[in-house]
């Protein structure tokens, strides 16, 4: 056994604990600290004291803990906590709050440390040493704001939440300031109550953990799996294989394509296919045995090119005909005559890279077996899935049992930026509880993270565009190939998307354009903030700007020129309403900063860009919402989508506030599938609109009957009036609604390195500025990244070439910009409170712009992404559109 003292209290501990941090969460019940990658440590979240200095515990070792002082944010004296958890919350420093608590635990330890040496904590130190942390959502401005003030003793007096339009608190700001609130690796059975009341009758002591046995080629026939040594660990329960699946062996959001196990007489498609799950007393016996799992291979030839995929005579994926996903196409007037008559043409192959979200919570499920409907066996799940209805339906399909029978409860997530849309271990997690009668929690490690969740597409672009002696475009032809990796998940929806925004914010007369999504043996690729978006305006605004040379004006002229308005015909055919002059109004607003840039001589860049908001493209969207009034006084608002740090939590009851007139504090926000609600995925920033929507219309429906105890306000809110690119409409609807933004970034002269960021978002409408601004920081932070340094390759073996946090280029705080957002109102026509959505468009302009700061720095064009890191960048076969 190891002693120490915890938090002031003498304890005990097993020795045989991997890190301080495992004997902590799972024997010691202390969860404020959080488990992103260990034993890395390299997200900071589970930073504790140790002998007063800041320590990383996944990395401290049973024998270092032995004897020491170990101080948890649980530890800390009341005063203390609660002036932290109003620093953060009042600042807006969090948004998912996975990393809070470990970047509290250094802010103290910071602070300590200036008062010991006695003078104050710098802004600039501050950033230096929370480098060590990892937080994918604030971009660290708020961070460091808050940091800032506690180390002044100016800590804020928060806002009321009010209505629409104020910037109140988060919704569980302080609960996650503090490491109160639960994830879903914190929860254990016994304690919470379910959402139809009560408990779910089992104790804590009766958790069984799971572990995944995943490829060891991404492409391989299975010949056998012999999980003989792995039964033979003692505490091993189970080892399941696709044989012990009852119901369906594929699930997917659009087609059912991704295998929940590879069977013996199989194929793996990516190395992140799962061959068995491992079903233990603790999660360290799981792993350990699952890795004992013994698989017989005979080994295949490996599609990672999609240039060579799409070429094959062979399938790259098991049971899939053709590598061939889908393709997205559409055409206006006569193209290769406007090039003609262009008095400026300019033609060039872009190259973007495939991303890791990184979002700092790896995937956890927990699933515990229940009563369910008449008596039947069922099952209540907890996920941080953006789609809980979707993992409802599918895990019932595994499990071959009525959905009914199925509970899952919403979680609210550590990150997922669209990377957690698709199920990862929910139906494993599913089915080890169906099949042992006990509760099981299937937690993903970093490295299985990495390599089972979709990422952002790499796209190849082939853009030729003109425009006449006056900058004003003539014509654009685009051809687009982008590597989906081997299941579909949503990649047919990102190269459609990606082919619809192809040509920005701008008017076109004549447009051809033309995105294919290839299968390969890469890395599955799916959502991820800006879904086509980012990659395809990446090109148009390095088009744009080369454009803008050869006819001698500015970058700020040739998108004055160009840029859409109510009226014009858009894209794909769309005519465009009174909601597109946010893109004039964006434009406008940093063009005194551009100016003022361009007079000094600075190297400045700047990209104006244009993401819809909501999916389009003639699927039917229905949001649904609760409001409930309890005869105990407090008013349930349920709604249909995944808070995951963006907070459409608090958008909800705001709208509460603001339509029902009742103290924030009676609210109580909940998503789980015991209504039902569900209206597909929190993706395509549309969960604000809908959501605003749908909760609105319930709590009027409730005001309109008196809001009367007991009863269930349901209110709903549609966009069914879009059309698909393939419906043959000469001007479709392919999108209800559009958020705009243009960026400026300007670097530092000497060093060529970016130094600050003026980001102008029109947002229709901003329910709470506060966060709204925090959402455009980090997506600006999370686009430099896309643009200089972040990249996630794979060989040509399909094996990614980053396996850690930290291999893969996130820009840290210390070089991390000044960005000064402006926020933007031009509010959409017809829209909820003319709410347009800010999640995916704060980093749609951003690579753009720094392409063309980097011009003007040193000359030189740049056409890959990232544009600092070679090393992170695509390497495909030759292809050029043509």
């Keep these: 056994m190891t002693t120490f003292e915890l938090n002031g209290t003498t304890v005990e501990a097993s020795a045989e604990h991997p890190h301080l941090l495992a004997a902590l969460r799972d024997e010691l019940g202390v969860t404020s600290p959080k488990d992103g990658c260990s034993p890395s440590g390299q997200c900071g979240c589970c930073t504790v004291l140790l002998d007063g200095k800041a320590r990383v515990a996944c990395q401290t070792s049973m024998d270092k803990a032995d004897g020491a002082s170990i101080t948890t944010l649980e530890g800390l004296p009341a005063d203390e906590r609660e002036r932290f958890a109003t620093a953060f919350a009042a600042h807006g420093a969090l948004q998912c709050g996975f990393c809070t608590p470990g970047i509290v635990m250094r802010a103290k330890s910071l602070l300590d440390k200036a008062v010991d040496k006695g003078k104050p904590l710098a ?130 959001i659009i087609h059912t394509d991704w295998p929940v196990m590879i069977p013996e007489g199989g194929r793996t498609s990516y190395l992140g296919d799962v061959l068995a799950v491992v079903v233990a007393d603790d999660r360290e016996t799981a792993r350990r ?84 409907p008449d008596g039947q066996a069922g099952l209540y799940v907890y996920s941080g899935g953006q789609g809980v209805w979707d993992d409802r339906n599918q895990i019932a399909s595994v499990l071959d049992v009525e959905p009914q029978r199925i509970t899952v409860e919403l979680v609210s997530n550590g990150g997922a930026f669209g990377g957690k849309e698709d199920m990862s271990n929910q139906a494993h997690a599913a089915l080890a509880a169906w099949v042992t009668g006990r509760p099981v929690r299937c937690t993903l490690s970093r490295e299985e993270s ?165 999916l389009g493209n003639g699927f039917k969207e229905i949001a649904r919402a609760v409001v409930r009034f309890t005869d105990e006084g407090r008013v349930e608002v349920r709604h249909c989508w995944t808070e995951m740090g963006q907070g459409i939590h608090t958008v909800a009851l705001q709208v509460a506030v603001e339509e029902l007139g009742v103290d924030p504090e009676r609210i109580d926000v909940v998503v789980d599938t015991t209504r039902e609600l569900g209206a597909g995925q929190t993706t395509g920033s549309r969960g604000t609109l809908m959501g605003a929507g749908s909760v609105a219309d319930a709590c009027r429906n409730a005001v309109a009957d008196g809001c009367r105890p007991g009863v269930d306000y349901e209110g709903e809110y549609r966009v069914d009036w879009t059309n698909s690119l393939s419906d043959g409409v000469e001007n479709p609807i392919i999108h209800s609604t559009f958020g705009y933004a243009a960026q400026m970034v300007v670097l530092d002269p000497e060093t060529g390195d970016v130094d600050r960021v003026v980001a102008a978002h029109d947002v229709g ?81 951003t690579a753009g712009a720094v392409a063309a700061a980097l011009h003007a720095h040193d000359g030189q064009w740049r056409h890959s992404l ?8 695509e390497r495909w076969a030759d292809w050029d559109g043509r």
């Excluded at 940091?147 to 009010?162: H, K, R």
């Excluded at 959402?195 to 060891?216: E, I, N």
């Excluded at 291979?297 to 070429?311: C, H, I, M, N, W």
């Excluded at 148009?540 to 006819?551: H, I, P």
């Design 866 to 873: 990232p544009m600092a890191d070679p090393d992170q960048q």
């Design 289 to 372: 045995a699952a890795a004992r799992v013994d698989v017989e291979y005979v080994p295949r030839t490996v599609y990672s090119d999609p240039v060579v995929a799409v070429a094959a005579d062979e399938d790259a994926v098991w049971e899939l005909d053709g590598n061939v996903l889908s393709v997205s196409a559409y055409a206006r007037g006569d193209v290769e005559a406007a090039l003609a008559a262009s008095a400026h043409v300019v033609e060039e192959v872009f190259q973007t890279q495939r991303i890791e979200h990184a979002f700092v919570e790896p995937e956890s499920t927990l699933a515990v077996p229940v009563d369910g």
């Design 123 to 252: 802004r600039d130190d501050a950033a230096r040493h929370l480098g060590a942390h990892l937080c994918r959502c604030t971009g660290y401005v708020k961070i460091l704001d808050a940091v800032e003030s506690l180390a002044a003793g100016e800590v804020p007096v928060p806002l009321p939440t009010g209505g629409v339009g104020t910037s109140g608190l988060k919704v569980e700001a302080r609960e996650l300031a503090l490491g109160d609130r639960d994830y879903v690796d914190d929860i254990v059975p016994g304690v919470r109550t379910l959402a139809g009341g009560g408990t779910d009758g089992w104790s804590p002591d009766d958790l069984l953990h799971a572990a995944l046995r995943l490829a060891d080629h991404a492409r391989a026939d299975v010949v056998r799996i012999d999980a003989s040594a792995a039964e033979a660990v003692a505490g091993v329960h189970r080892v399941l294989t696709a044989a012990d699946i009852p119901g369906a062996r594929r699930v997917g």
């Design 765 to 845: 409408r901003a329910v709470n500025p506060l966060l709204c601004e925090g959402q455009v920081e980090g997506a600006v932070h999370m686009g430099l990244g896309y643009a200089l340094t972040e990249g996630f390759p794979a060989d040509a073996d399909g094996r990614p070439r980053n396996d850690t946090l930290r291999s893969l280029g996130i820009i840290r705080p210390k070089d991390m910009p000044d960005v000064e957002v402006r926020l933007v109102e031009s509010p959409q026509p017809d829209a909820p409170y003319g709410i347009k959505g800010v999640g995916e468009i704060g980093l749609v302009p």
């Design 450 to 614: 990495l390599l089972m969740h979709p990422k952002r597409h790499p796209i190849r672009m082939a853009y030729r565009a003109g425009c006449d002696a006056d900058g004003r475009l003539t014509g654009l032809r685009v051809r687009m190939i982008g590597d989906s990796g081997p299941y579909a998940s949503v990649g047919m929806k990102v190269l459609e998307r990606a082919a619809g925004h192809a040509s920005g914010p701008y008017v076109l007369p004549a447009i051809d354009v033309e995105a294919t999504a290839v299968r390969t043996n890469s890395p599955v690729c799916g959502a991820f903030r800006g879904f086509g978006a980012n990659q395809a305006q990446f090109a148009m605004e390095g088009v744009l700007d080369r454009l803008a040379e050869k006819a001698g004006i500015t970058g700020w002229e040739i998108r004055d020129r160009n840029v859409i308005s109510p009226g014009v015909v858009w894209g794909p055919g769309q005519v465009m309403d009174d909601g597109c002059l946010g893109a004039r109004a964006c434009l406008d607003e940093v063009k005194d900063a551009y100016d003022e840039a361009v007079a000094a001589g600075l190297p400045v860049g700047l990209g104006l860009g244009l993401k819809n908001s909501g």
